[in-house]
């Protein structure tokens, strides 16, 4: 009938119209017609099923007739009917994609409330369906996770039935937890947040009571073994060979945890009660906190067999979860008890609801320590739901595991006595172990102690019979902590076992592989806004009441781990440190955070003085690798942006795998420069670089000093793009630049002290704007072998902009009126270039305290060339200049850019060396005798024609013009008014120095002034603190505490 | 069905860019809305072709699940292809391809093949993103681009069996690890290397009835 109806109705109107009640009825008697599935009509029940889909969305938003056709012949029933047939995987799959494009793209609510208001849905959840094939499992999942995303206060009803207590969208779906198919659990997942976030309290009640023990007991554990799969991955892969796996377990690991957090973050309270305890009771506590302690544990007790993961691992895994678990109550009371609990809480069973009573004073019967849920999800869930649904009669708990039953048990004796008698009675015997074992190792006094925390922990069993009431904050909570805030100071850490042992895993002398991960999860701790802060007052911040008189300056922070610290800093500043460049400025990071409080620093004068004789060492090993090749100042200065520009992210350090395996020296297994030991003699220079600048950064932070030496450049005194400049009097060269692309544009360059600048004349006379400006030290001349009249330049980025691939900023063929114009320019960039290149190195010079020679007691210029000649002739002769004196003679800022082959350490000596040998004694008298006298340091060969030419050339302002950069004679004092007026304050000091040096010829004594000089300006550097040379001073300090 | 791979997709972007109306439109390719309806799915799988190799493809949509981190995080990770798409009618939608990026940077394995698409090329009368700034954005970041149309199917096929192709020289190259399922890339049964000349029919029967 239906047929012939519709047949007629499209004939009569459209030949073919899929979009209409009439095809829906044509469908419909398809379906009718063939209910039951056989191989021949398996294509047309496919087809009519799709229609269906097509239609019944065409129908929701344009013909509300068309559903309500659906809804009247119950044609839901036929999708069930047919999936009840083995139909095979090619009818259901599309029967279930039917049925998410219907979920998915109603936009209609009453439509949707008809969809869901027979049971139908909740049949076709519950159907069993074939979940070996790939294909089914992953429609039939996304037709769920389609579902949930309906979820909401209305349509809950459908779904989770109060009367019967069944809720089959999420207890199917949690069955599928662990599933191997990475993108089924993401669904599961995904479900479970969405419906969570119903509000709905009959819901989540079912869900708390009925479901969240198994669930929240299997996903515990399933956790726990993937950690203990990434500790076999760590412990098997020494030699870095499987990171990809390595790389996705920790990467799990936090999914995981993230997992977590997002639950947590929904605020369902009682739901969170119950997965903080199976998290702290079932993992966090038995497994992370366990295996930090675990080597003292076993030996005390070798029959344990209880699963642990190696520390370095354990120290990983618990600075994740600091980092991204912020449930207060768990964080805290995992807190405390890393900080505050000892080992007995693994000991007996008495203990054990220790950990019961950390949590908030909320009672809890589940059963601590790893272990495996005792059945499947499926079948826990199965014995809940009915338990349930039978009815609330007492036995229900009997057929509940321990692990199964709901937290909030009304039989907490029953449990009790399960758990421990068989438990019990093993754990006892080690726990009496460990007790001897402790009492033979400890002093007189630490048993004292020992009492003491006995007595203090005798008042933790009273709150476990009031745990009802006790809803204390965490802080006030029964720990060890006592109100009078230090006190944990005063403990002796054997009583913390745990603190304990990440405090030891601080220990670099092998190499850092542990210490990074100790220094993670303290600095994790110390961020973690749910950990409260009182906990860590006085541990990993510096103490809130320093008013307090009693509380000496001594207790202002935690001394052991201040010293442990220091320790590593004082190490990395080793040449030959094994610690990583990451550790050292976690190290450092830490170190602030302790001590240090709104700007203040509360560091004693021991730990200071260890710190800056720690900054010496790092200078002076950095002094070694000082050295003439351009790569160091490019080096130096990469090495500061990069500092500066990418502070360390401790989250995103701990999400890299990489760290997990032994700290490794050899770039080739693709591990950043930061993370692994340096590999080879540049490498050691920039580490050497970084842990200087790094220790120099936390010595002026310590000092409460600001930053007056670095960056080199002074940003604020250079010229930029569009500023308008008096060009009166300085040296102005006519050119016609022309780029790549052909385009030509008349500039005048003009080359300031660090700058090149192009300009364009403006209206007003003598002045020019600055079109293009670059650093000298960034330039690259080269001639034209066809033209004499060109220039090809090459300006490069400077690198402080950050820029990883190096555009250059400009590159360009310079065209000059004529060849001896065109010779000048050239002359002026390459010595421009080599002294913005040198000044820098002077002022990196003294910022390691190397003597910088300040040619200020000859000036004249005949005096100069006369050298310069002197020296040239020397150099041309092939004699090197061999260093056999000490080696800080060596860094003479003469003997910079350009000389580098002249330079030698007696160390590495030069081929030229070996063979000269004769040569080398007389050419190291010369250069002795030379030294004695500073008049020939100052000229360069490169300088003497240059110099002829300049000397017609007046002198220059003040102004701008005064760093017009062919300064003439007299050479020494236009140099030094030029820094004067361009350095920061702090090098001013330099001119006093270099005058005394200058009163002083010879080296030795040009250096004792100047030591001098910083020894009586420590005495008075705590009252001036202005007093500037930020660096160099504080280094007579640490001579003379 | 078997397969010589099955590659996962995830398909991401701003919410009404038509993501799970490509999707659908991809694996079913029925729905060709002559009609005006708008129609779409989050979850589908198509065998395709590629140098003679059956591949099946897997599209997970997204959408919907960013309010929870560990979900986002963990799509990312599970996939071995991305289509992030924008909305050539929608200015913002274009504007947030950045964000975006970054996430799926920082979260996915280094070698996910990302595809930039532009959709609802069909509206060029009210298009507000020119073809060359998608072009642009895709190059400098390292993407392929293409402009499709759900509505139309225009680009539909191409954009995900380019994308395939991608993956599919990627493994080529040895550059992802096939043994690692975490890769979102999953190899076949015939594909074990123990018994290579196996014939499939065997398999097939058992998982899939009446594929044929």
């Known amino acids: 009938m239906f047929r012939s109806r519709s047949w007629f109705g499209v004939g009569l109107w459209k030949p073919k119209n899929p979009h209409s009640l009439d095809h ?106 074939d979940f070996s094939d790939e294909e089914v499992m992953a429609y039939y999942i996304s037709f769920l996770k389609t579902l949930s995303l309906k979820l909401n206060g209305h349509t809950i009803h459908f779904f989770y039935n109060e009367h019967t207590n069944d809720f089959p969208l999420y207890t199917e779906a949690i069955k599928f937890f662990n599933h191997s ?45 993937h950690v203990l799969e990434l500790d076999a991955c760590v412990r098997n892969d020494a030699d870095h060979q499987s990171k990809n ?99 007995l809480i693994f000991s007996n069973s008495s203990t054990q609801d220790k950990i019961v009573l950390l949590q908030q004073g909320k009672a809890s019967v589940i059963q601590p320590g790893f272990l495996p849920p005792t059945e499947s999800l499926e079948i826990s869930l199965e014995i809940s739901l009915d338990v349930s649904s039978r009815s609330m009669s007492a036995d229900s708990a009997e057929l509940a595991s321990p692990c199964t039953s709901e937290p909030r048990s009304r039989q907490p004796s029953l449990d009790d006595g399960t758990g421990t008698t068989d438990k019990g009675s093993e754990e006892k015997v080690d726990h009496d172990k460990d007790n001897t074992e402790a009492n033979l190792n400890i002093t007189d006094e630490e048993k004292h102690l020992l009492k003491v925390l006995e007595c203090q922990s005798g008042p933790l069993a009273c709150p476990s019979s009031t745990c009802g009431d006790s809803n204390a904050a965490p802080s006030e909570g029964p720990l060890l902590l006592s109100p009078e805030g230090p006190v944990p100071l005063a403990q002796p850490l054997s009583n913390q076992p745990f603190i304990e042992s990440v405090y030891n895993a601080l220990n670099c002398q092998e190499n850092d592989y542990a210490a990074l991960f100790a220094l993670c999860l303290l600095y994790a701790l110390g961020k973690n806004k749910g950990v409260s802060g009182a906990l860590l007052h006085g541990v990993l911040y510096p103490c809130q009441r320093p008013d307090t008189p009693c509380t000496p300056l001594l207790n202002r922070y935690n001394l052991s781990l201040v010293e442990k610290i220091v320790a590593i800093i004082t190490l990395s500043c080793q040449p030959s440190a094994k610690v990583r460049l990451v550790t050292l400025e976690l190290t450092i990071r830490l170190l602030t955070q302790i001590v240090m409080n709104a700007n203040v620093s509360f560091l004693q004068d021991g730990h200071l003085a260890a710190i800056e004789g720690a900054k010496e060492e790092s200078s002076s090993v950095l002094r070694n690798f000082y050295k003439s090749e351009e790569i160091f100042l490019d080096m130096f200065e990469d090495e500061y942006h990069q500092m500066k520009k990418k502070p360390l992210n401790v989250e995103w350090l701990t999400m890299d795998s990489n760290v997990l395996l032994p700290p490794t020296g050899t770039p080739l297994t693709g591990i950043e420069f930061g993370k692994r030991l340096p590999c080879g003699e540049v490498e050691r220079a920039r580490r050497a670089i970084r842990v200087f600048l790094m220790v120099r950064d936390l010595s002026l932070v310590l000092g409460m000093e600001s930053e007056r030496a670095l960056p080199l450049t002074d940003s604020s005194t250079c010229v930029q793009v569009d500023h308008v400049l008096n060009l009166n009097n300085s040296d102005l060269i006519g050119c016609n630049v022309v780029l790549k692309d052909g385009s030509r544009m008349h500039r005048f360059l003009v080359i300031d002290v660090i700058q090149l600048i192009l300009v364009e004349p403006t209206r007003r006379l003598g002045y020019g704007v600055a079109k293009l400006v670059g650093f000298l030290q960034d330039i690259e001349v080269t001639g034209d072998k066809d033209d004499s009249r060109c220039l090809h330049i090459t300006i490069h980025q400077p690198l402080s902009s950050g820029i990883s691939k190096r555009v250059p900023l400009l590159s360009a063929k310079f065209i000059f009126d004529d060849h001896i114009r065109c010779m000048a320019a050239r002359q002026r960039l390459t010595k421009g270039r080599a002294k913005a290149r040198q000044k820098k190195m002077v002022q990196i010079a003294r910022l390691l305290d190397i003597p910088v020679p300040q040619s200020t007691a000859s000036s004249s210029a005949a005096f100069n060339l006369h050298a310069a000649r002197r020296q040239e002739s020397a150099l041309r002769g092939g004699i090197r200049i061999a260093g056999g004196r000490e080696q800080r003679q ?95 304050p702090s090098h001013v000091s330099l001119q006093s120095s270099a005058m005394s040096e200058s009163a002083g010829p010879s080296t030795p004594s040009s250096h004792s002034p100047a030591k001098v000089s910083e020894e009586t300006s420590f005495t008075s550097r705590a009252s001036s603190q202005n007093s500037n040379s930020g660096g160099q001073r504080r280094r007579g300090q640490v001579e003379t505490v | 069905m078997s397969y010589a791979y099955l590659f996962k997709y995830i398909i991401i972007g701003d919410t009404g860019v038509g993501k799970s109306c490509l999707l659908l439109q991809f694996t079913d390719k029925r729905f060709q809305p002559v009609h005006d309806l708008t129609i779409g799915v989050e979850f589908g799988a198509r065998m395709i072709t590629i140098d003679g190799k059956q591949i099946k493809l897997q599209i997970w949509d997204t959408a919907g699940q960013e309010a929870f981190r560990s979900i986002t995080r963990s799509y990312y990770r599970g996939a071995a292809g991305a289509l992030l798409v924008y909305d050539i009618t929608r200015r913002e939608t274009f504007n947030h391809l950045t964000t975006w990026l970054e996430d799926a940077r920082q979260h996915s394995n280094s070698n996910m093949v990302i595809m930039l698409i532009g959709n609802k090329s069909d509206l060029e009368s009210r298009r507000e993103v020119k073809k060359e700034e998608g072009e642009a954005f895709a190059h400098e970041h390292g993407l392929i681009f293409m402009e499709t149309s759900a509505k139309t199917a225009a680009n539909v096929e191409e954009a995900f069996i380019n994308t395939a192709k991608e993956i599919y020289e990627k493994i080529q190259e040895g550059v992802f690890d096939i043994n690692n399922e975490a890769n979102g890339i999953k190899v076949g049964p015939q594909h074990s290397p123990t018994n290579p000349s196996l014939s499939p029919n065997g398999q097939d029967r058992g998982q899939g009835g009446g594929c044929c």
């Open chain 1, 24 to 129: 829906l009825k044509y469908l419909y008697n398809v379906l009718s017609k063939n209910q039951t599935v056989s191989e021949s009509n398996r294509g047309l029940l496919v087809e009519t099923l799709r229609s269906i889909a097509e239609i019944l969305i065409w129908g929701d938003q344009n013909d509300s007739s068309v559903f309500d056709f659906f809804l009247e012949k119950n044609m839901l029933s036929f999708f069930l009917k047919i999936m009840k047939q083995k139909c095979g995987s090619y009818v259901c799959v599309q029967l279930l994609q039917t049925l998410n494009i219907l979920f998915e793209n109603i936009r209609n609510e009453t439509s949707l409330y008809y969809l869901l208001s027979n049971n139908h849905v909740n049949s076709i959840i519950v159907h069993k369906f």
């Open chain 1, 181 to 225: 198919e990475s993108m089924v659990r993401i669904a599961v997942r995904t479900l479970t947040l969405n419906v969570y976030r119903v509000e709905d309290r009959s819901m989540l009640r079912f869900i708390r009571d009925r479901t969240a023990a198994p669930y929240f007991s299997n996903l515990v554990w399933f956790i726990g073994n």
């Open chain 1, 245 to 343: 796996r390595l790389a996705d377990l920790v990467a799990e690991h936090l999914d995981h945890l993230h997992y977590l957090n997002d639950i947590l973050c929904l605020g369902i309270a009682d739901l969170n009660q119950v997965l903080t305890d199976h998290l702290l009771n079932k993992l966090l506590v038995p497994l992370y906190v366990f295996s930090l302690d675990r080597q003292k544990t076993r030996s005390s007790s070798p029959k344990n067999s209880q699963p642990y993961v190696s520390s370095v691992v354990s120290l990983f895994l618990l600075s994740q979860v600091f980092l991204i678990l912020t449930h207060a109550p768990l964080v805290d009371t995992l807190a405390k008890i890393i900080l505050h609990a000892d080992r």
């Open chain 1, 890 to 984: 060596v860094y003479n800022a003469q003997k910079l850019p350009g000389h580098a082959a002249a330079l030698r350490r007696e160390n590495t000596p030069s081929p030229s060396n070996a063979s000269k040998s004769p040569d080398r004694t007389r050419v190291r008298d010369s250069s002795r005798s030379r030294e004695a006298s500073p008049k020939p340091m100052r000229p360069r060969s490169e300088e003497i024609p240059l110099e002829d030419i300049a000397k017609v050339k007046d002198q220059g302002s003040v102004s701008f013009k005064d760093n017009s950069p062919l300064l003439p004679v007299p050479m020494t004092s236009s140099i030094l008014t030029s820094n004067t007026s361009t350095l920061s």
